[in-house]
């Protein structure tokens, strides 16, 4: 029988609502999923980008025993098919919100209101929010779902972009929340 392969991402231990039965700080929480997955007949999967993109996040010496917990690799971009209809809704999507983004801007820069540090911060939020929320925006995220695609593996995200890409390219996923509960089911070696 073959093992399970999974591909997680930063968000199980960065996201505070992902990471809270692993435990309470991302550091903390990446120990426990090293001791989680010890003896388990799973594989687990996280391409070098996202792991350098962790390293952010937690103390070296956790680093280190998530190191030997998993295998690093990346996506042979050069080999995978994805739909071209992908690229073209992707495609819409971006313009969409570059227009949206376009139109925050436009209605700052007509706000006459003095308050210059207060509406930047509202300017930031919202423009973060129009641009940034529900779609793949960093070759991480985008390495993540061409790994589940080509190693035919279940995702482990809490990302909407991400999850949203991997239903149009056809990947099986688990929201990270959900993650610890599906170890405690496996049986150890």
Known sequence: MTKEKYIVDTSLFVNPGSRKKFGKTPSSAVKAFVKKVNGRDVDIYMPPSVFKELKNFVTEKAIGELEIAIRKKAPNTYSIYLPAAVLYDFIDDVRARINKGMRLAEQFARDNRPDNEEKLRKLREKYREAMRSGIIDSKEDFELVL????????????DEGVLKFADQVGCEWLPAGQFYNLLTKKKKR
């Open 147 to 158: 790994l589940a695609k080509e190693l035919d593996a279940t995702l482990v995200t809490s």
